[in-house]
């Protein structure tokens, strides 16, 4: 049984079909590329598979519930992640900050214990930030814990978000366009990131990229999308290699 399941995906808005009857699987410990033209219904899955659109037809099934009918918060409760192509950090707030929001939404005591002082609250907290502060160790931000987010560079920006979505412990992360703006240094970079994460973390992810070298150097498979519709699944060099595959790219920088 695959980690999570998505059948007959169909959502339209108004007289465009952004996705038909688009399936596909994601095994546990999986890293999965989704990839196509512009305007291809990438983004659109994700907005699904967070809850933050419902699709007028088929299924999604994590870890063998449906997740439908589920708010985005109980979707993030499950274990599912996300970060957005249009990076997203609480600007004014410390980097740190940042993190600890996610962090948050776990907490036992949550608001009304914050209001609510005591020893148990404040060795909550203590614990909090310690995990937050490890956490950004892990993606390479410790140095810049006390600064304000909206000052750092998009790279490190992208890499906060990605921090404060790990801050929930999923099991699957969904990151779109992680590589978008970067150099090659730091692309090359966030790869290694990437998959040191998949692995230290026992991680399923979904990666959204225009970066081919990066979208096929982590993927274990890789999904097509052109048009709202699955064009091509299989293996990085299969993908590569296909024809309709290599005609809707061909096709996109002709119309561009
Ligand atoms: N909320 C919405 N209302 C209307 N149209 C939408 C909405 N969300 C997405 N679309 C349309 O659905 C199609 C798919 O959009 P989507 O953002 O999923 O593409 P994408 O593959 O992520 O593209 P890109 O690579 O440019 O990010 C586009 O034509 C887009 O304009
Ligand atoms: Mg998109």
């Not at 970066?211 to 699944?233: F, N, T």
């Amino acid at each position: 049984m695959p980690l999570l399941r998505v059948e007959g995906l169909s959502i339209r808005f108004g007289g465009l079909a952004a996705l038909s009857d688009v399936s596909f699987d994601v095994a546990d410990g999986e890293i999965l590329g989704l990839i196509g033209p512009n305007g291809a219904g990438k983004s659109t899955v994700f907005n699904v598979l967070s809850g933050l659109y419902r699709p007028d037809a088929g299924r999604v099934t994590f870890d063998g519930g449906s997740l439908l009918d589920l708010t985005p918060h109980a979707i993030a409760c499950r274990g599912i992640a996300r970060t957005f192509q249009n990076t997203e950090v609480f600007r004014p707030l410390s980097v740190l900050d940042n993190v600890l929001v996610g962090l948050h939404s776990r907490l036992r005591g949550g608001l009304l214990g914050a209001a609510v002082w005591s020893r148990a609250v404040a060795r909550e907290e203590r614990a909090a930030r310690e995990r937050a502060r490890a956490l950004l160790a892990r993606l390479g931000l410790e140095d810049v814990a006390d600064v304000e987010a909206g000052g750092l560079p998009l790279g490190r920006q992208k890499r906060l978000e990605m921090a404060r979505a790990l801050a929930a412990e999923p099991r699957c992360l969904l990151l779109d366009e992680p590589a978008g703006g970067l150099n090659p240094t730091e692309t090359r970079a966030l790869m290694d990131l990437i998959v040191r994460l998949r692995e230290d973390l026992k991680l399923t992810m979904i990666v959204v990229e225009h970066d081919m070298p990066l979208v096929m150097g982590i993927s274990d498979r890789v999904v097509v999308l052109h048009y709202g519709r699955k064009i091509a699944e299989g293996k990085p060099r299969e993908v590569a290699s296909d024809a309709a595959v290599i005609e809707a790219y061909l096709g996109t920088e002709d119309d561009a």
